[in-house]
């Protein structure tokens, strides 16, 4: 796929890859290419074309730029989730996940009146390591009683594969 292609030369050429860790500073993460993030965007919408997908739904921080993307082809609004709970949240959905990467324990906030029932989403991040996120993202979900219909990354550093990627470690490294 041309989305793939691309997205590992410019991990060979201005990335690198250090045991299991990526890094994408210079184009994903710190400094971002808007260009790439569109090419990327358009694979992701591609795939999620024909679920009725009515929200994109992240995760602070670097899962934003792809969700905006996302959700400006499939015509709908992109919610990310706060890290720290401002103090003009209302009503509001939490849940708590664990990085291993980066050895922290954060809590993901949504406000009620952003993630209705029922309504259709699809999460998205740059990367899938342990799953911690996408299990915060879970209970978020199910505590709006909404629908998670599927899960996008930029890269999946897991074994797991119902997680639609650009990218996982193992083409990345092979
Ligand atoms: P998980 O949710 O799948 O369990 O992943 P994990 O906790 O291990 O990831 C924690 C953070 O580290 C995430 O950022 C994730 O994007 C980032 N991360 C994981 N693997 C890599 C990698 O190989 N390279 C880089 N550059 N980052 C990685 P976050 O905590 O959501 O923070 P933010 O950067 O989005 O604000
Ligand atoms: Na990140
Ligand atoms: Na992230």
Same mark, same amino acid.
């Given at each position: ?83 720290? @709970?401002? /103090?003009?949240?209302? #009503?509001?959905? *939490?849940?708590? =996940?664990?990085?291993?990467?980066? %050895? $922290? ?14 309504? @259709?989403? /699809?999460?998205?991040? #740059?990367?899938? *390591?342990?799953? =911690?996120?996408?299990?915060?993202? %879970? $209970? ?35």
């Amino acid at each position: 796929r041309y989305a793939s292609q691309t997205l590992l030369e410019r991990i060979k050429k201005e990335g690198r890859v250090e045991g299991n860790v990526i890094k994408v500073d210079r184009f994903l993460n710190h400094m971002v290419d808007p260009q790439l993030i569109d090419l990327l965007a358009t694979d992701v919408a591609t795939h999620f074309m024909e679920k009725s997908i009515e929200k994109v739904l992240t995760a602070e921080t670097s899962g934003i730029m792809l969700a905006q993307a996302v959700a400006g082809m499939l015509g709908v609004p992109f919610v990310y989730a706060k890290k720290k @709970r401002p /103090l003009t949240m209302g #009503d509001h959905y *939490a849940a708590a =996940s664990y990085s291993f990467t980066k %050895e $922290e324990s954060t809590t993901l906030y949504v406000a009620k009146e952003v993630l209705r029932p029922r309504e @259709r989403i /699809l999460f998205i991040d #740059d990367f899938f *390591a342990k799953g =911690s996120t996408l299990k915060a993202v %879970e $209970e978020i979900v199910e505590q709006a009683e909404a629908m998670l219909v599927g899960t996008a990354v930029i890269i999946n550093k897991s074994e797991r594969n119902d997680i639609y990627s650009i990218l996982t470690l193992k083409e990345l490294q092979g």
